[in-house]
């Protein structure tokens, strides 16, 4: 007898409350999946379910796995709770269902998807990242205000104004000129087990290039070369990209 | 004779290139608007364009204002070219007509719209802010990686990995339980005139609440609160917030 096909999953940002700033991407994964995956405890406490239903009634008629993280500091504890809930996943996968697992805003700005993420893709999952638009986008739009331009940089930090001395993700943004130099500096870091360099080239249209070994980077890639650095310290959770 | 009413004009954001990651609010603007606004001198030299026209291709019978802003470090030239482009957007404002202004990605972050957003709303435009997916969200999704996760924080800089001296806008996110010192911090920097600082909870849900203030920051705002700062030398383009 044929091996049932493992199932998809899918971490989808429902973006950052109104349900009109959904993508049209989200929009048809949530129509498509047979099972919506929620980071809380039930449908009524979570946030991006509320809003994913605003935008897609019909997920109010799919069954639900509910993946609740406590908020701690215990590692242990956290750890345990995402072992557990991406076994939960796992087993809805291997009866050959898509599952799209909710987020408010994007999944990588801190999402709780990541965690189960790097787990079922170890398992030998198919698993598929949805972006969303992130909270603080919506707030800056609100506000009428930019929240950065020309040379300036944007921080993004996890909640209090505090020392920038905690690891960091660099994102390098239009390094389009000056990606000799850069390529130059990120491989000495990569060298030295300082950071984990990764490049996409025109994200997302018909020319896109990925670069996983900055090495290897085409120094002509061009103005819409995005570079994301994972520095010493960071990672998804509880695990880290370099040690 | 009643004077015609001005028309609205609408930062779009339409996200970082998959032309299904275009939000379902920026594409009815798209529908709706009789005049689209692009930051380029042609429809053909436009990424924004074309990524928009694939997720709404009737854009193509629609009129074009073109407002091209030359990559120089002069000030001068640059603040010319939206004084100038701004001029022939109000022509089209005040003929009634709306316009959706398009940019890659999302506006608040690097986007030429903003430098004429703030011209047009001085002048008593209405004006609205469409948010996107930024290109660096689908990046991370692209590589499968967490932007940021735990206690780190996310440093996204244009250019190239260079001193972090420059002016900075920081994103302060999930600050629920620290409001309080938070907001005593931000209070202290504002009269010292180093900063300027905003919140939004529950941004684009029914129970939204945005603070222009922040002296009068409500501490039990909770879990979903963002806070904008505008630290000293930041702005929108050749503008600054606080001097």
């Known amino acids: 007898m044929a091996e049932k096909r493992l199932g998809k ?4 940002g429902v973006g950052p409350g109104d349900p009109e700033l959904i993508t049209k991407k989200a929009e048809r994964v949530l129509r498509e999946c047979q099972v919506i995956g929620i980071p809380a405890a039930s449908r009524e406490e979570c946030t991006a379910y509320q809003v ?9 008629n799919k069954p639900v796995v509910a993946v609740p993280v406590p908020m701690t500091k215990d590692r242990q504890v956290r750890r345990q709770a995402y072992e557990e809930g991406s076994a ?13 697992f909710l987020n408010l805003g994007d999944p990588t700005v801190y999402g709780t998807y990541m965690e ?9 999952c198919e698993a598929e990242l949805v972006s969303g638009v992130p909270s603080f986008c919506a707030v800056a739009a609100q506000l ?20 920038e001395d905690c690891a960091k ?16 500096r990120l491989t ?42 994972k520095e010493k310290g960071t990672g998804n959770g509880d695990g880290t990209v370099c040690e």
């Open 52 to 60: 994913a239903k605003r935008a897609v009634p019909e997920i109010g």
């Open 116 to 124: 189960l993420h790097d787990r079922l893709v170890r398992e030998g």
């Open 169 to 184: 993700t660099r994102i390098l943004m239009k390094s389009g000129g000056k990606l000799s130099a850069v390529k130059q």
């Open 9 to 12: 999953i899918y971490g989808v």
């Open 188 to 229: 000495a870091m990569e060298e030295a087990g300082e950071a984990k360099a990764w490049a996409v080239s025109n994200c997302g249209m018909p020319d896109q290039s990925v670069c996983r070994d900055i090495r290897l980077l085409d120094e002509s890639a061009g103005y819409f070369t995005t570079i994301i650095v």
């Open 88 to 100: 939960r996943l796992f087993e809805v996968l291997k009866e050959g269902r898509d599952i799209a």
């Open 144 to 163: 009428g205000v930019a929240l950065g331009s020309g040379r300036e940089s944007i921080l993004i930090q996890p909640g209090c104004y505090e020392k």
